[in-house]
């Protein structure tokens, strides 16, 4: 049958309704369906705190636990992740309920209070609350003992809703709530002395533990709790059940383990000094390596034994070794440094001595000409640990307090201030763990005098031996 305009006119319209349907249904797609708007923007926007638990601007570029999970589940959805930090502690709830971001990854712990506000998804680490004090103070032995102890607690943390709890039970108990202060702040005070009591979650103990060997755990505060990714409270669940399938996928193939263990793993730099087993290993270990230091020493215009001692506090000249965060063999490369290099096997130790001295000798480059040896050294060993990029913080930091930023003997007492908030929410690349680079190259110094002190005995030894071999019998 021959269609007729009426025909043609309802099929016209047909198709018109139905390419509606098609536009009102992509429409949807992209703006009601959460998971749905994330792909099409290609972003995933995540608020987080800058802190070493959470996210921070390491020598190899950003990282840190939380970090590195929701990078993890980006890459899942195949989106880019963009980070929002937050300055205060308290703005991060209220800042999810808005919708200012996707969901929060900033170590929160799940409370009764909290759920009110945000929906958690299912947890990826537990953690418990400890009271901290200095190693030199007489430890509360529980919840009673503080009554009457000065205990200070950042605020918009947990610690204040558990205390809050615990009051009804001990009303004699009291707190200071610091503003625009985080925990670890309050550590570091406690290392200090200047702050008696703090309370802290486990994790973040762990690691400032590292930079302040004085802290102590008086008791834990809580039972065990669970931390979680925060999302706002919608009927639109979409990227959150992504998120929970993300995070128990992660849990059941060890992945999420592996990212505990490399962010929260004993880190060996932080050992103490035994000298008596380093001088053990000058004389057993270093006659294996000692031509492939001096080799490369001269090739990139370095003493041999700034190389070793550099070596030694990396990997105690253990060519097999491997850590947590992926670094591996004797000069310890990342392997991003070691493909920048064009290092082919890290466990090579020639490839990886050359290695590690072109990356040295790279930044003692890059350290203003201005600046004189032996400080020009420090500096670049500074920036081995922690990043070129924070030395200058750093040193900007120390001409503002009006130091002199072309000394190491300076800028070394203002490297810690990059964990402080009022000083690396200023700065250009954010926080740091300042503490570690001034460790790193105290440490490196130390080795490198007692091995030349040991090099110069040595010499002296083995040219008087041979001046006696020389002299004629009498």
Not at 11 to 34: F, G, Q, T, Y
Not at 259 to 269: C, N, Q
Not at 443 to 464: G, P, Q
């Amino acid at each position: 049958m021959p269609e007729t305009g009426s025909s043609r006119g309802w099929k016209a319209a047909r198709h018109l309704v139905a390419a509606l349907c098609l536009l009102v249904s992509a429409c949807n797609l992209s703006e009601d369906n959460k998971l749905s708007a994330v792909k099409h923007a290609g972003e995933l926007v995540v608020l987080t705190r800058n802190s070493p638990t959470t996210y921070y601007e390491g020598p190899e570029g950003p990282t840190g636990f939380e970090y590195d999970l929701a990078r993890a589940f980006a890459e899942r959805l195949g989106v880019s992740l963009r980070i929002k930090t937050v300055d205060r502690f308290s703005d991060i709830l209220p800042m999810v309920a808005n919708g200012q971001g996707d969901f929060a990854a900033a170590g929160l712990t799940v409370t009764p209070l909290r759920e009110t506000q945000v929906r958690f998804t299912p947890s990826y680490q537990t953690i418990r609350q400890q009271v901290v004090c200095n190693a030199k103070t007489l430890p509360p032995a529980d919840v009673k003992g503080l009554i009457g102890r000065h205990l200070e607690v950042a605020s918009g943390t947990s610690y204040v809703e558990l205390l809050n709890r615990l009051k009804l039970l001990y009303p004699g108990l009291s707190w200071v709530t610091v503003d625009n202060v985080q925990t670890e702040d309050l550590l570091a005070q406690v290392q200090q002395g200047w702050t008696e009591l703090t309370v802290a979650d486990s994790n973040i103990l762990d690691l400032s533990r590292q930079l302040n060997p004085d802290l102590r755990v008086a008791f834990d505060l809580s039972e065990p709790q669970k931390l979680a990714w925060a999302f706002p409270l919608s009927d639109d669940d979409s990227l959150y059940q992504a998120a929970s399938q993300f995070l128990e996928g992660m849990r059941a193939s060890g992945e999420l383990a592996h990212l505990i263990e490399r962010h929260y793993g004993p880190a060996s730099r932080f050992n103490p000094i035994n000298l008596a087993a380093y001088i053990d290993k000058i004389g057993a270990d270093l006659p294996r390596y000692r031509d492939i230091f001096q080799q490369a020493g001269r090739r990139y215009l370095l003493d041999w034994r700034l190389l070793a001692a550099l070596s030694y506090q990396e990997s105690y000249w253990d060519p097999a070794a491997v850590s947590p965060t992926g670094v591996r063999g004797i000069m310890m490369l990342t392997e991003t440094t070691a493909e920048h290099l064009g290092i082919g096997d890290r466990m090579d130790v020639r490839e990886s001595v050359n290695g590690g001295a072109a990356y040295l000798r790279s930044l003692i480059d890059r350290i203003p000409e201005r600046i004189p040896e032996p400080d020009r050294t420090w500096f670049a060993l500074a920036a081995y640990n922690v990043g070129i990029n924070h030395l200058e913080d750093a040193r900007i930091i120390t001409q503002s307090q009006g130091g002199d930023p072309d000394k190491w003997a300076d800028v070394k007492e203002r490297l810690p201030l990059l964990t402080q908030p009022a000083w690396y929410s200023k700065a250009k690349h954010g926080y740091a763990r300042g503490y570690e680079p001034v460790q790193f190259v105290n440490r490196i110094r130390t080795y490198y005098e007692v091995l030349r002190k040991t090099d110069a005995a040595n010499r002296k030894r083995h040219d008087s031996d041979a001046l006696r071999l020389r002299a004629p019998a009498l």
